[in-house]
């Protein structure tokens, strides 16, 4: 089993800058892409961030150039420090990752999922 635990969010203002962590636990071999994604109220679940384990990123365009997903290989750990956070920042957020035990692969590991708020 493979597990994912956020942390980090919350209640921010306007202009305010948040930074999520999650760490995956469990047995693993290696881990691939690892990502962030959030769900608005009403809103289908979308693409935050996503990283390689080479480093490799990609943003969502909302996003670009306020938030940067980082990760720590030996920590199993994917971070994500946003940034200039207005109120269409405001969902839930998840944790992806992409995970090879030592006897299958996990493609489609999820967090619990971390609420932010952005509100004045």
């Known amino acids: 089993q493979v597990q994912l635990v956020e942390s980090g969010g919350g209640f921010v203002q306007p202009g305010g800058s948040l930074r999520l962590i999650c760490a995956a636990s469990?047995?693993?071999?290696?881990?691939?892409?690892m990502g962030w994604y959030r769900q608005a109220p009403g809103k289908q679940r979308e693409l935050v961030a996503v990283?390689?384990?080479?480093?490799?990123?990609n943003y969502a365009d909302p996003v670009k150039g306020r938030f940067t997903i980082s990760r720590d290989n030996a920590k199993n750990t994917v971070y994500l420090q946003m940034n200039s956070l207005d109120h269409e920042d405001t969902a839930v957020y998840y944790c992806?990752?992409?995970?090879?035990?030592?006897?299958?692969?996990?493609?489609?590991?999820w967090g619990q999922g971390t609420l932010i708020t952005v509100s004045s």
């Open positions: 992806n990752a992409d995970v090879l035990s030592i006897n299958r692969r996990y493609p489609a590991v």
């Open positions: 469990g047995s693993i071999f290696r881990i691939n892409a």
């Open positions: 990283i390689t384990s080479g480093g490799s990123t």
